[in-house]
């Protein structure tokens, strides 16, 4: 009997584009959003992603850069979970040809033609908008003013950024002392430990948290609770991402200021890669629009969170 025809799906005819996506973990919320946002951006585009959590560990992340340079990938993009020790391989992918996309944390290396470009929020801005918000806040009390700091994980490009962005501007009033400062891997239940320890050490000494994510706000605010303080009235407490969860303690007045990071990044990686694709140079450095929130707008904001 004759052999039917199938009829040909044009779209099978096209070569699929490849990414190869290290993500470094799935501590918080933010990362939540950001592995949902390039997942569905991918599929969106038509991109055939391979996905790999790397649970914050960087040789973890090696190796699944390893695997994606043995599928000769199109395109591989990378979160990098610390800033340092990236040289190597990063080699490797440019030895085999494949261009990479550095999305939300940033790298340290001397040679910059090891990435096409880094796209992600500028985090020592953040921490610049941290400390303004706390200047303006306190701008009536007298010092001296205990702050103590609930940092990401040690080594993270934004851990280093807001860190050194907050202090830039704090440092305009002698009086603002930084008591403590502790990383707290960027954790409800690290920020939590931590903001206990924080409060057997100094107690109502402290009149500032600046965390530096809503996740270990959010278990700090627990550890505040715990020890008979009211958070955002005795500690003043500025946050960085702007979940929801985190926008609906500002409603409630236990966050006072929340320092936007945005983690929906996979629709423009996705136009990256196909710029990429079709030959075009990028900008080194590509910064999404971020906002400074505070209780005044927390009701009405709330509602508009998309993670
Ligand atoms: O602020 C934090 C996440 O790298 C900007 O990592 C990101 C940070 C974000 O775990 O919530």
């Not at 305009?172 to 430990?193: H, M, N």
């Amino acid at each position: 009997p004759p052999v039917k025809e199938q009829p040909i799906d044009p779209a099978s005819m096209e070569q699929r584009i490849v990414v190869g996506f290290s993500q470094l973990g799935s501590e918080s919320d933010w990362r939540k959003a950001n592995s949902r946002s390039i997942q569905e951006a991918a599929k969106e585009a038509g991109i055939r992603l391979l996905f790999e959590n790397a649970e914050q560990s960087q040789e973890k992340q090696f190796e699944a850069i390893r695997g994606f340079i043995d599928k000769k990938v199109d395109v591989i993009a990378v979160s990098p979970v610390i800033e340092s020790g990236w040289e190597p391989i990063l080699q490797e992918a440019k030895l085999a040809g494949i261009p990479i996309i550095l999305a939300d944390r940033a790298v340290k290396v001397s040679d910059p033609s090891l990435y096409v470009t880094t796209i992600g929020s500028d985090f020592f801005e953040e921490g610049r908008k941290a400390g303004k918000y706390l200047l303006d806040k306190l701008r009536n009390e007298p010092g001296p003013i205990g702050i103590v700091e609930l940092q990401g994980t040690a080594g993270s490009s934004p851990t280093i950024e807001r860190g050194s962005g907050f202090r830039d501007i704090i440092g305009e009033r002698g009086d603002l002392v930084i008591q403590r400062a502790e990383p707290a891997d960027f954790t409800v239940e690290q920020g939590r430990e931590t903001m206990r320890a924080f409060l057997q050490e100094m107690g109502s000494d402290i009149r500032v948290l600046f965390a530096h994510n809503d996740d270990m706000a959010i278990g700090a605010i627990e550890a505040i609770e715990e020890y008979g303080l009211r958070p955002g009235e005795d500690i003043v407490i500025i946050s960085v991402d702007g979940t929801r969860k985190a926008f609906e303690l500002m409603v409630e007045g236990k966050i006072n200021c929340i320092v936007e990071c945005n983690p929906l990044l996979g629709p423009i990686l996705m136009q990256a890669v196909r710029e990429i694709m079709e030959g075009r140079t990028l900008p080194k450095r590509i910064v999404p629009q971020e906002s400074v929130f505070t209780e005044g707008v927390a009701e009405k904001e709330a509602a508009n969170r998309q993670y």
